[in-house]
Each structure stands twice: as C-alpha cells, then as structure tokens.
C-alpha cells in the first residue's frame, strides 16, 4: 500500500480550469433528470453559466450529456416500470427532442449556441466513421458551438452500443484532442475502497498513473460497479491519460459543479500520459472491443516494447474472427495485454502463419504477404508511458 499512500498524500489538489484549452464535460443521467418530476432545470441553468463563463475565458467546451431515455421516460408516463428494447429507444427518441431543446435554451441565456451529435458505438470504433464524427464536431467548434453529444439510442442494442457514457466521454475527449475531461458523478472522486463499504476508505486526490492496484479499486469488471459506476469511470480514465488528455472524477449533485472545481472542493485527477499517443494511434488506443486476440512469446513482447513490429515468428496463439485491417489485442504469454494494433492478415491466414519465420510465410499462403503481422506504425504498445507515440 505504499505506492497507494504516496498517491493521497497531498489532502487536495488546487486547479483553474482556466488553464485548459479544450475541456469534455461528461453529465449522467440522474444529475439531469429527476425520475419524479423530470428535468432539474435550475441545476441545468448553473452548470450552462460554468459553461458559458469558461467559454468566455477561451475555452472550447463539449458536452457529452445522458439523460434521453431517463427525460423520455418521464414525459411518456414510464417511470414506474421496467421498459423492454424497444420501449427504452421510444423513451430515447422523445427524450432526446426534449434534451437538446433544453440544453439549446440553457446555453442560448449564456449567450452559446449549440448542436446536437447522436453517435453509436461503429461511429467512433470504425475509422471512416470516427474521422466523418471528429470533422462535424471540429466544424460546430470553430463556429463557436457547443457540441452536445449522447449516444443514440433511438437504434443502438446491447451488441453494438457504448453502454455507459464515461468510456463515450473518454473517446470523444481524445477523439477531438480534449485537454481535461471532467466527469460529473454522485461521488466526489476515487477511493481506495467504496466509501459506503469500508468506512476506512481513503480520498485519492491525485492519481499519477493508473496502475493495476488502481484498477482494483474499482471493483472486478463483473462487479455490479462495472456498469456506469467507478469501472467505466477508470476504463474512461485509461482511454483518456493515454491520448494526454486529463481527467477529474468529482461530484455533480452540487449547482455549478465547475466551479466547485475551481473553489477547491474535492475531486480526483488523473494525470495524463507524459508520453501520449498521436495521431491516429489515438483511434488504435481507444478501441472498446478488439475483433481478436494475439498471444506472442516472451521474446515477441519485449521486442514490442523496444520499438518493433510484431512479427509472426512471435504469436503463439490467434484467435477472434477478425479481418485484416481490424484492431486486435496482443496479450503476454501470461494472458496481459500489452498492446494494440491493426493486424495484416484475415484470422484464418493468421492462424496458418503463426510462429513462423518471415522467409516461410510466402510459401505457406502461396501469395506474397507482409513480413509483419502488425507494423509497429499501427501498433499501440503498453500504457502511454511506454507506447511508441508516433
């Protein structure tokens, strides 16, 4: 615990967000939306002037705003009970009409306009797709706009869906090269332990780099924190550090939660990568759900790790039913991953090709292919900290 202790020793961390250029602000569903009664039009109202004010600083703010199906809900009388599929995207679709008026409102008084961008999980996971998503949102920026993104899901099931919108937050953020992404949640920050458990739980104000023991404080990706609770919250905070993006957990529940930032009162940052990955390493990084998995030897992860490709004389193991092109997961002989990339070969030649020398490769699938299974230009290795940031 000595690495943990040496994390929350300072008692808090003081910040202007002034200092950021571009900020991702990240609003879930109940701090917008009262089950009851709907909207919370003041809370909406406070947290729009944070906004405006900083727009006036300088900054470019975008909004990744939840609360759809939960306003949706409400207006069609569905409180109460528990809604199947195609109900749930009914709610969204009445609920989204409502949420962008109410957020076009709320900026419009703060002297902002706005734009609405509904986005599905292939939006940002397919390329063509993502780089369509970044220039739509990079054009309402330079108009002065503020982007208000949610997921659609009007037509996103469970298959093909973000399912949370911190990790959406998180690829948007770095998706349009945020410096700081904020998530507003109903709890103040990361602890070592969930607080309303472990009444020894201690206030993490600053987390330099997200380690496994950090991950663990957020519960098992089967727990019940795993879905919208502090799991995606530290998956978002992996998305987001890597590409050099920061990133504060801190609560919402209180009217103008920015500027509670800016008051000193509590939150956690997560630093951002000293050495991040660019370009469109950004988009190999981010991937929620690589199409397959490949197992290499030692010698293969610690060539990756020093700079190389990943040659096929190195994979032990090849599964997934991917496509070339498609990003895939390499993981250590211990079952790690370690890096990312976008593998040369469709899984079936993989599978034929691996554990091969180079010079072999030719005549085993009778046509003339790549020396490496994934180049180290498409290849993503290790934390941020170790990745080839070309």
């Known amino acids: 615990m000595g690495e943990v202790a040496a994390m929350h020793a300072p008692t808090a961390v003081r910040l202007s967000l002034k200092s950021y250029r571009r900020i991702t602000v990240k609003i879930g569903s109940a701090l917008l939306v009262d089950r009851a009664t709907g909207l919370k039009r003041d809370w909406l109202e406070a947290l729009a002037a944070d906004v405006g004010r900083l727009a006036a600083g300088g900054a470019e703010i975008l909004v990744v705003s939840s609360g759809a199906i939960a306003l949706g809900r409400t207006i069609l009388g569905l409180s109460r009970k528990a809604l199947k599929l195609e109900e749930s995207q009914a709610a969204a679709a009445v609920g989204q009409i409502a949420l962008a008026g109410a957020w076009s409102d709320a900026l419009g008084r703060n002297g902002l306009k706005s734009g609405q961008i509904l986005l599905t999980l292939g939006d940002t996971e397919e390329r ?28 996103a099931t469970s298959e093909i869906r973000y399912g949370d919108n911190d990790r959406l937050a998180a690829r948007v953020a770095t998706m349009m090269g945020a410096d700081l992404l904020v998530l507003l949640s109903d709890i103040d920050g990361l602890y070592t332990a969930p607080p309303a458990r472990d009444p020894n739980a201690a206030f993490l104000p600053l987390v330099e780099r997200i380690t496994p023991e950090i991950e663990a404080m957020a519960g098992g990706a089967a727990s019940e924190l795993s879905r919208g609770g502090m799991r995606t919250k530290i998956d978002a905070g992996k998305i987001a550090t890597a590409a050099g993006t920061a990133m504060i957990i801190t609560a919402g529940q209180r009217m103008s939660p920015l500027s509670a930032i800016e008051r000193g009162e509590r939150f956690t940052l997560f630093k951002p990568s000293s050495h991040p990955v660019k370009g469109y390493k950004t988009w190999i990084a981010g991937q929620l759900e690589p199409a397959g998995h490949l197992t290499v030897d030692e010698g293969a992860a610690k060539a990756l790790n020093s700079g190389k490709s990943l040659l096929p004389a190195g994979v032990k193991r090849v599964s997934g039913n991917f496509s070339r092109g498609d990003t895939v997961a390499i993981l250590a002989p211990d079952g790690r991953e370690i ?31 790549r020396s490496a299974m994934i180049h180290r230009d498409d290849l993503v290795v290790g934390d941020a900290d170790q990745a080839d940031g070309g």
């Open 128 to 155: 063509r797709r993502y780089l369509n998503a970044r220039a739509t949102v990079s054009t309402l920026l330079k108009m002065k706009a503020v982007p208000v993104i949610n997921e659609n899901d009007t037509v």
């Open 339 to 369: 890096a990312r990339g976008l593998v040369a070969y469709d899984a079936v030649d993989a599978l034929r090709i691996a554990g091969l020398k180079s010079a072999e490769i030719d005549n085993v699938l009778g046509y003339h292919g």
